[in-house]
């Protein structure tokens, strides 16, 4: 099946730091890229929704100076987590999307310390 | 709005068991997508089966089986015979389209433990 190589897998970072997280989609042309956040034990709630070459569109209560969504080709987004807190630590998760089809990232775990 | 709801947060049972994962789910469109998900400790998301709106038939893998009623629109999901490696949290998503999207509603998960 597709991949979509999310790169890093975790990320340790100082807190007022800024994290950014890859999505790479490697033998199909991501249209739509969707970016999901996961807390501890908890399920996973959407952040934002971009389309190639477009502003991200973000989900209420998502902050999206804090949470820069880049998607200047079919093949890569990526998602800035700006002066991180460690409120932000979170697994975060991206989703290419291609006609009707969709395949997820592995996922990134950040932590802010 | 749609929404997914997996009424039960944890469920354990001895290995070899037979385990049922619940899944209701409200929506107003008359397309749409079902899906299951495996997340292991690890964190990925491991597809396990995507079902359309208009494809009642029930479905079998392996050990894995889906029962999917419109009529009470549910969506659950069998494993016969547990393994230790079963052990995982589960989630069930609804995709609905918006705006030209389709975004994955996920229900709030079960974490599932076989024990040996």
């Known amino acids: 099946g597709a991949v979509v190589s999310q790169h890093p897998s975790r990320v340790i970072c100082k807190s007022g730091t800024s994290v950014k997280i890859e999505c790479r989609s490697l033998?199909?042309?991501?249209?739509?890229m969707f970016w999901y956040r996961q807390f501890p034990k908890q399920s996973l709630m959407l952040m934002a929704t971009?389309?190639?070459?477009?502003?991200?569109?973000?989900e209420q209560g998502v902050e999206k100076d804090k949470f820069l969504i880049n998607h200047a080709s079919l093949t890569l987004s990526t998602l800035t987590v700006t002066s991180a807190h460690p409120e932000d630590s979170s697994f975060y998760i991206c989703?290419?999307?291609?006609?009707?089809?969709?395949?997820f990232g592995q996922g990134t775990r950040l932590t802010v310390v | 709005a749609q929404k997914v709801t997996q009424a039960q947060t944890e469920i354990s049972v001895v290995e070899k068991e037979d385990v049922t994962l619940d899944c209701v789910y409200e929506?107003?469109?008359?397309?749409?997508?079902l899906f299951w998900y495996k997340q292991p400790p690890s964190g990925e998301l491991v597809f396990l089966i995507r079902r359309n709106s208009f494809d009642e038939q029930n479905e079998i893998s392996g050990r894995y089986s889906w029962n999917f009623q419109k009529s009470t629109s549910s969506f659950n999901f069998t494993i016969t015979a547990s393994q230790v490696v079963d052990s995982a949290v589960y989630f069930c998503?609804?995709?609905?389209?918006?705006?030209?999207?389709?975004?994955?509603?996920f229900g709030q998960g079960t974490r599932l433990t076989i024990n040996p």
């Open positions: 998503a609804l995709s609905e389209l918006i705006q030209g999207a389709q975004k994955l509603v």
């Open positions: 033998d199909f042309q991501a249209t739509t």
């Open positions: 929506t107003r469109d008359t397309t749409y997508y």
């Open positions: 989703r290419g999307k291609t006609g009707t089809e969709a395949f």
């Open positions: 971009s389309n190639e070459g477009s502003k991200a569109t973000y």
